[in-house]
T-cell receptor, first 118, second 115 residues
Framework: AQTVTQSQPEMSVQEAETVTLSCTYD???????LFWYKQPPSRQMILVIRQEAYKQQNATENRFSVNFQKAAKSFSLKISDSQLGDAAMYFCAYRSPNSGGSNYKLTFGKGTLLTVNP | NAGVTQTPKFQVLKTGQSMTLQCAQDMNHNSMYWYRQDPGMGLRLIYY???????DKGEVPNGYNVSRLNKREFSLRLESAAPSQTSVYFC??????????????FGEGSRLTVL
């Protein structure tokens, strides 16, 4: 079974600075999908960024980017120019290509709580 | 758009009581999911439904039942609540045709406490 590990339970960053959240995963598959979800204090989770393992280019969405290291099984999230609204719990998630159709499932890490200091 | 709506948002139960968490989505999604979130545990899948009339067990189904009433609604029932079921419950849905890359759309969660 796949596992997702987020080794940083909590992180903090100063407003306008850059922070990197770590995620590693364990899999024997060669093709899969990785996600970062954000859960702000209102508790509704939203997708931040997505990466397909077959793509070498790192995904980027505005101030959010990933550093995908397939050989190392690492998928870190970089937040540039941090804003107060970035404060949230961030979850890394893995989806196997074999979990398609009715068996679509995400495996989540335990989360990293990000605090943004003004 | 309302998206995914869960009710109730908060509930306190006594051990042995039963209750149903309701979930509805207005995005015409086929697949729906129930997760539970516990401190230090991330999200764990309880049950999912690929389409109306079908349901399947996830990682932690014991103590729960589900009903996919129609395309919009997917309910989670606790027949005899236990303190171990104290958690925050999230309903989610997935857009059709996105099985390979699709994101999940989550509700705001239901915080359940079992005394």
């Amino acid at each position: 079974a796949q596992t997702v590990t987020q080794s940083q339970p909590e992180m903090s960053v100063q407003e306008a600075e850059t922070v990197t959240l770590s995620c590693t995963y364990d899999t024997s598959e060669s093709d899969y999908y990785l996600f970062w979800y954000k859960q702000p204090p209102s508790r509704q989770m939203i997708l931040v960024i997505r990466q397909e393992a077959y793509k070498q280019q790192n995904a980027t969405e505005n101030r959010f980017s990933v550093n995908f290291q397939k050989a190392a099984k690492s998928f870190s999230l970089k937040i540039s120019d941090s804003q107060l609204g970035d404060a949230a719990m961030y979850f890394c998630a893995y989806r196997s290509p074999n979990s398609g159709g009715s068996n679509y499932k995400l495996t989540f890490g335990k989360g990293t709580l990000l605090t943004v200091n003004p | 758009n309302a998206g995914v709506t869960q009710t109730p948002k908060f509930q306190v139960l006594k051990t042995g009581q039963s209750m149903t968490l309701q979930c509805a989505q207005d995005m015409n999604h086929n697949s729906m999911y129930w997760y539970r979130q516990d401190p230090g545990m991330g999200l764990r899948l309880i049950y999912y439904s690929a389409s109306e009339g079908t349901t399947d067990k996830g990682e932690v189904p014991n103590g729960y039942n589900v009903s996919r009433l129609n395309k919009r609604e997917f309910s989670l029932r606790l027949e005899s609540a236990a303190p171990s079921q104290t958690s925050v419950y999230f309903c989610a849905s997935r857009k059709p045709g996105t099985v390979n890359t699709g994101e999940l759309f989550f509700g705001e969660g239901s915080r359940l406490t079992v005394l």
